[in-house]
C-alpha cells in the first residue's frame, strides 16, 4: 500500500506473475482498501487474451488500447474476448481520472514500464499455482496447461518481467 500511495492521485498499478501466482485476489484486495475516496478501475487480463494463444496479443493490446492512450491523455478503453464464443465481444471504456489497476500475465511487458507507476511482480511455487489454478478454471484449464506454460515460458525469455517490479511478493500455500 506504500508504494499506491507514494504514487500520486491517479497511479497505474501492473500485477503480473505467473497464472495461480494469486494476481487476481491481490487485486481484488488492493481495490478493496484503495486509499482514498476515488477507487480505481480494475482489467483483467484473463478477459483480453483471445484463447489460450493470445498472450502476446493481449500485451499489445494493453498496450495500443488501454496504457499508451491514457497516458497521452486519450480515451483508453479494452475489448472483452468471449472465450464461450471465440470472438472479440463488447469494449469496456475506461475513465482517465480514475487510478488504474491492471492484473494478468503479460502486464510487466518492457513496453507497458513508461506508463505505469507500481509494478508488482507475484510469485508462488508452482505445484501451488497448478492446483490454484485448476481449483479456479477447472478441466477447461487443464487441457490447455502445457500450451499456456509455453506462452508464459516464451514472455518471460522475451521481456524478463520481474526485473521491471517495483514490489516484488511470494505468495504463501
Known sequence: MQAVAAAGPNPVVLIDGPSGAGKSTLADALRQHWPGTVHPQLVRMDDIYPGWDGLDAAVRHLHRYVLQPRHEGLPAAWQ????????????????????????????????????????????????????????????????????????WASYLEQETPEGRATVRLRAGA
Do not use: M
Open 80 to 151: 472483452r474476448y468471449d472465450w464461450s464464443e471465440n470472438e472479440a465481444a463488447e469494449w469496456h471504456p475506461l475513465n482517465a481520472a480514475r487510478p488504474l489497476i491492471v492484473e494478468g500475465c503479460g502486464t510487466l511487458a518492457a513496453e507497458h514500464e513508461p506508463l505505469s507507476h507500481v509494478r508488482v511482480w507475484l510469485a508462488a511455487d508452482d505445484a501451488l499455482r497448478k492446483r490454484r489454478a485448476l481449483e479456479r478454471d477447472g478441466e477447461a484449464f487443464r487441457a490447455h496447461w502445457d500450451q499456456w506454460q509455453q506462452e
